[in-house]
């Protein structure tokens, strides 16, 4: 942190700190020294106020403090020129009487931070018209100089908004003839149906055609004027992927009316840390107030319609987040200050919505020292708090006049799961963690993970992750919701929950803090159990979850990729690898960081493979490499990361010659391939470095041969 700003807060609050030659306050700690807050998320609210609002604190005698806190979260938080802050009642305004100072910015978050919310023409919920958002539009030496301290002042002389109630909006919200062949797509294509239980999904979808519409709002990348234009080029496609995702689980026969009801939601606007945000082309990475601007107009927009247009618009929402954001220390995730509270108050608006959530437990951003990076990201992570109940939502003004009738008796079903959100953690073709798992970030419910093609002609680029895992819950609950529109939303996920596949494991975290059993998802299976009930518009089906194939239902693709391989067509560029794996040697802690993010625009190694042969012959194992075209002279290292059963990781370099063999793909090269040693790998992926420092990593499968 700049010694300015721990500085600047010290004489504005307070007349006794002093500053060593390190920049660091006299009894500090270092740059993440830990600080306290009194102020947390009252569970007794007062009359007037909601259970879990953020407590009204006293600016005075904790001032110091309070500012510190502000201080140290915009150290953590990358990119960071904005603030918000949560107002005592909504009959003030953000501009608290005209007293902030030049170069600052003051706008009501959930009415005017984003042109899709300002198009919106309900009347906005007292509760969201609290969120303020303080924005720095001045010169940068000024901000550094006495920016944040002006601003600060202004605050706390107010008495209209705890200081403690401000924080910085960090920018951490991310959302994954050759061997592209269309052969081997189709091969991967067929694989992910068959493992996630919906081979059949097309012929079940045409025997029985008759649903209700179901609303899936896909809240990353994407903006609707690019989803709904092909000539408008996204500036990363993550949201397209996912929402062609959902779209080939809930509509296999591609009916239009299905198709058109998956809609794309801007969460993710900006390019970069510093980048202003793009409401037409998006980006890649978002804030917390991005993240809540769009939860809200997902919920406001469909509620708006509903109310509008009742017979034209879907009757039930489902919110899919394939995102999340880094835990930026304990300040980014401070439910007491404006950036996080925003996020779970447009959470709380969108649950008493009647939507239902699902969000991606998060990837690692270091495959090789994953526990250095433990614990579900959020929103994920909301699964450990409550969906409020009707009373609640009441309370806090966030029901029409005409309640949405799907919570039925809620309040009464006292042995209902209701999270806010339900988390969703992703499983390869042998039930096996991906290696770019979060560890201690396990749910209750996960999904097939891996090799998800999403181009109909089987030469598309194929993901892996939580993103993916995500996708495919929530186009079962969507699929699901639209046999059985009655069911409340969390019935709708406890039938998916509850026909899965049990794999043995225990969720890391969940509402209740029991430990529950890890159910991997079936299509078929969660369908099958949602029409015993019985529905005229259901399909008859005798579908059950299974354990793994024994093959992962691989061979197909296997089949292919030999084909390639052995084609007199394809040209070849073999080398060896010498080398065994090597441990990985990792720091005692990592730095904080927003590495998590979606796989690049275009995976760089989508159709890359690593065969395992059987048999005791040394070193026959073999890595099967072709890239996209666009990366081709772009990269300047390779690394193969592979984990054992017990999920210990090595990793091993390729040699620079195979790194200019794979920059001469696609012409004279089609296909690079490396012999090795890595007989006890179950999990395996390919690390990326560009020559601009750029890092990417692509899962891969895994064969046996």
């Known amino acids: 942190m700049r010694t300015i700003e721990r500085l600047l807060a010290c004489t504005l609050l307070t007349s006794g700190c002093a500053v060593d030659e390190a920049g660091l306050l006299d009894g500090s700690e270092g740059l993440y020294a830990p600080y306290e807050l009194d102020a947390g998320l009252d569970p007794t609210p007062e009359p007037g106020e909601t259970a879990g609002s953020p407590a009204s604190v006293s600016t005075g005698t904790n001032a110091e403090s309070q500012a510190m806190a502000i201080i140290t979260a915009l150290a953590d938080c990358p990119g960071s020129n904005r603030l918000i802050g949560i107002l005592e009642n909504d009959t003030i305004e953000c501009d608290l009487d005209g007293t902030i100072p030049k170069y600052w910015s003051a706008t009501p978050l959930f009415s005017s931070g984003s042109p899709a919310l300002e198009a919106l023409s309900p ?103 690019v989803a709904s234009d092909p000539e408008l080029q996204p500036n990363n496609a993550h949201g ?32 970069d840390w510093d980048a202003a945000a793009d409401w037409t082309r998006g980006g890649k990475l978002g804030t917390h107030a991005d993240l809540a601007m769009a939860v809200f107009e997902a919920a406001a927009s469909w509620r708006q319609r509903r109310e509008t247009d009742p017979k034209g618009t879907p009757p039930r929402l489902v919110i899919n987040l394939s995102l999340g954001w880094n835990l930026l220390g304990d300040a980014s995730t401070d439910l007491t200050r404006g950036p996080a509270a925003s996020t779970l108050a447009a959470m709380r608006y969108a649950s008493c919505s009647g939507a239902l959530m699902l969000a991606a437990a998060g990837n690692t951003p270091d495959e090789l020292c994953p526990e250095l990076h433990a614990g579900p990201l959020a929103p994920a992570s909301f699964e450990e708090l409550p969906a409020p109940s009707l009373s609640e939502c009441a309370a806090m003004g966030f029901l029409s006049d005409d309640p949405y009738p799907i919570f039925a008796d809620a309040d009464a079903d006292t042995g209902a799961y209701v999270p ?77 929950y509850a026909s899965g596949w049990n794999t043995g494991a225990l969720a890391d975290f969940d509402l209740l803090g029991e430990s529950p059993e890890v159910h991997r998802l079936s299509v078929c299976a969660a369908l099958d159990a949602a029409c015993e009930a019985g529905s005229a518009s259901c399909p008859t089906l005798a579908c059950a979850a299974e354990p793994p194939a024994v093959d992962g239902n691989l061979s197909g693709l296997m089949t292919a990729v030999n084909a390639v391989l052995t084609s007199p067509q394809t040209n070849i560029d073999g080398y060896e690898l010498d080398e065994d794996g090597k441990a990985p040697v990792c ?25 395992i042969k059987a048999g005791s012959t040394v070193r026959d194992d073999q890595l099967s490499m072709t890239i996209v075209s666009s990366y081709a002279g772009s990269l300047a290292s390779v690394r193969l990361i592979t984990a054992d059963v017990l999920g210990q990781p090595e990793y091993r370099d390729l040699d620079s010659l195979v790194v200019a063999s794979l920059n001469a793909q696609p012409d004279p090269v089609d296909v690079t391939t490396v012999t090795l040693e890595a007989s006890d790998a179950v999990s395996a992926s390919l690390q990326f470095t560009l020559l601009n420092g750029a890092v990417y990593s692509n899962v891969i499968p895994i064969l046996e041969e």
């Open 123 to 225: 009347s906005l919920p007292a509760e969201l018209a609290r969120y303020c958002v303080y924005d720095y539009v001045g010169p940068e030496d000024e901000l550094e100089s006495d920016g944040y301290a002006a601003l600060f002042e202004a605050v706390a002389s107010s008495s209209q908004m705890p200081l403690n109630s401000l924080g910085a909006d960090c920018r951490g919200q991310f959302g994954q003839s050759n061997l592209y062949d269309a052969s081997v797509g189709a091969e991967l294509e067929q694989a992910f149906m068959a493992n996630i239980g919906w081979a059949e999904g097309e012929d079940i979808d045409l025997a029985s055609p008759t649903r209700a519409r179901v609303e899936v709002a896909v809240l990353d990348t994407v903006s609707p004027e």
């Open 240 to 271: 397209l992927h996912m929402a062609a995702l959902i779209r080939a689980i809930d509509c296999p026969a591609q009916r239009s009316e299905c198709l058109d009801d998956v809609r794309s939601v801007l969460a993710l606007p900006r390019a």
């Open 420 to 496: 806010l959100t339900h988390a969703v953690g992703a499983r390869d073709e042998f039930d096996q963690s991906l290696l770019n798992s979060r560890p201690e970030s396990t749910p209750r419910l996960v999904a097939l993970g891996t090799n998800a093609v999403l181009d109909a002609n089987g030469a598309g680029d194929s993901l892996s992750g939580t993103s993916v895992s995500t996708a495919v819950a929530s186009a079962t609950a969507a699929l699901l919701w639209s046999y059985q529109p009655k069911l409340r939303p969390d019935e709708v996920m406890q039938l998916i």
């Open 587 to 611: 720091e005692e802690s990592a730095p904080l960081n927003n590495l998590a993010t979606t796989q690049p625009d275009i995976p760089i190694c989508s159709r890359c493979n690593l065969t």
